[in-house]
């Protein structure tokens, strides 16, 4: 039997478990039909705690997105991480860090009960994010489903493409993400955030996410979505992201800076599975 905890960020929801203390061995397909909200357990993604790679380092941290892929980035995720390896008392630390696969993340309990995660430096070149253009750009353009969509694109560790909108209630997130997820223009598929300007302290965003379609939130594309704002001079350098699941705080001094994001993390349940 495997023990694992339910948690969610904001309704991004995840099965968090200890594989320092256990022996896990998930293959992808195992992963599908655990993140199954009939046949499974259900959640957008599951989170493997890990002994870090670097000396430098508290835990490794891997992600798996509901689709079984592994991927390098989730803030949501990276919340619930801190709040797991806090609450099952594998560290007493205020401030962690963690080894993933894209880098290394800080994550920090503040004193109201949040957590504010380093998401480390955005990246904008395409064979960073990965896309497939010849040079950086701050607006991309591709043929979707017989239209031209032009979208903002940064990696946050994961690839994001931010599609400015309106009116997110109205904003075409299944069929638009849906087709731009899986477009030959990402070799690695896209996150699709779509961005409503309240404000310039203020958006409103929808993600459909790679490996596990449109979610209640979505950390790095919380931080995806500011980072476009801000380099079109739409917003300010401290941001309140209004999901459907709940609000974060985004923030970003600007280029070759970290961007910070601050959000609950909270434990829902405890289970086991039988493998
Ligand atoms: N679907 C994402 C991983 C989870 C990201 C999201 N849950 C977050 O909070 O950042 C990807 O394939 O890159």
Not at 243 to 258: F, I, K
């Amino acid at each position: 039997m495997i023990n694992f905890t339910k948690m969610h960020g904001l309704g991004n929801d995840f099965v968090v478990i200890d594989a320092i203390n256990q022996q896990v061995a998930l293959t992808p397909e195992t992963i599908q039909l655990l993140s199954d909200r009939h046949f499974g357990i259900g959640f957008d993604q599951l989170l493997l705690v890990e002994k870090p790679v670097n000396a430098n380092a508290d835990f490794k941290y891997r992600i798996f997105n509901a689709d079984g892929g592994e991927v390098a980035q989730c803030g949501n995720g990276a919340r619930c991480f801190a709040r797991f390896v806090r609450d099952k008392k594998l560290s007493a630390k205020d401030e962690i860090r963690v080894d993933t696969n894209s880098g290394q993340l800080l994550l920090r309990f503040d004193d109201d009960n949040l957590v504010t995660v380093d998401m480390g430096v955005p990246r904008h070149a395409p064979a960073q994010i990965p896309l497939l253009a010849e040079e950086e750009s701050r607006f991309y353009t591709v043929l979707v489903n017989g239209t031209e969509k032009a979208f903002g694109a940064v990696s946050m560790g994961n690839p994001h493409a931010v599609i400015q909108v309106t009116d997110i209630k109205t904003a075409p997130v299944a069929e638009l993400g849906k087709a731009l997820e899986s477009h030959a223009f990402f070799p690695e598929r896209v996150n699709v955030g779509f961005m409503q300007v309240v404000d310039r302290q203020h958006i409103k965003l929808r993600v459909f996410e790679r490996g596990a379609a449109e979610t209640l939130a979505c950390g790095s594309g919380a931080c995806a979505a500011v980072v476009i704002g801000i380099e079109h001079n739409l917003l300010d350098h401290t941001v309140s992201v209004e999901l459907p699941g709940g609000t974060l705080t985004v923030s970003w001094p600007g280029r070759d800076q970290p961007v910070l994001m601050t959000g609950p993390a909270i434990s829902v349940f405890e289970g086991q599975i039988p493998l």
